[in-house]
């Protein structure tokens, strides 16, 4: 019989929204976001926003209410997913974060700061589906559990300024998808050492 229990350890739960945007099919993102609310961790819980855009040249800007938990996911998960969110030595500025909307038409995450304020907008949202990958998939030390509710369209606003592009159409085996999802009741696992 299988059990119903996985026997990974659990490192994170909470949830990793994205947004990435292009000018075009098969060009380079002219912005990526990775946006994290952690329910549980080994710091803490908290939030989380790591940014490259046009907006910030090219540059990697950090978000916190929790350093630890920034710096964390920066050397624990971000180093798998998109290595330059992973350079702990760009600086974590301390913001506050809110969100408003229903996943059933629109969500915007608000992360405000003493240098201003980005907002972070999916619309036009799919049927949510439920992915799970498990440790070892793609070469990943840590596999991952999540519910993804794919925006056909998405925007980054910092300061007033809205990001150029938009999220390209991907195919995640079959399923309606594209580089802008919510990513929700995500939870990260490894393999326990023996």
């Not at 929204?17 to 292009?22: E, P, Y």
């Not at 380079?28 to 040249?57: I, K, M, N």
Request: hydrophobic fraction near 40%.
């Amino acid at each position: 019989m299988t059990s119903v229990l996985d026997p990974n350890e659990v490192r994170l739960t909470g949830e990793n929204s994205f947004i990435r945007l292009a000018e075009q099919d098969g060009s380079e993102f002219t912005t990526r976001t990775s946006h994290w609310r952690v329910l549980y961790s080994p710091v803490g819980p908290g939030h989380a926003l790591f940014v490259q855009s046009d907006l910030t040249d090219g540059h990697v800007a950090a978000y916190s209410d929790n350093i630890a938990l920034a710096r964390w996911l920066q050397e624990e998960i971000e180093a798998m997913i998109y290595p330059p969110f992973s350079d702990t030595g760009v600086q974590v500025v301390e913001a506050d974060f809110e969100r408003a909307g229903d996943a059933r038409s629109f969500i915007i995450e608000r992360v405000l700061h003493t240098g201003g304020e980005i907002l972070l907008t999916w619309y036009d949202l799919t049927e949510p589906f439920v992915m799970h990958m498990p440790p070892g998939y793609a070469g990943r030390t840590h596999g991952v559990y999540t519910v993804f509710f794919a925006a056909k369209r998405a925007q980054v606003t910092l300061n007033g300024q809205l990001a150029s592009g938009r999220p390209l159409p991907v195919d995640r085996e079959g399923r309606e998808s594209t580089s802008a999802c919510l990513a929700w009741s995500e939870t990260w696992v490894k393999p326990r050492s023996p």
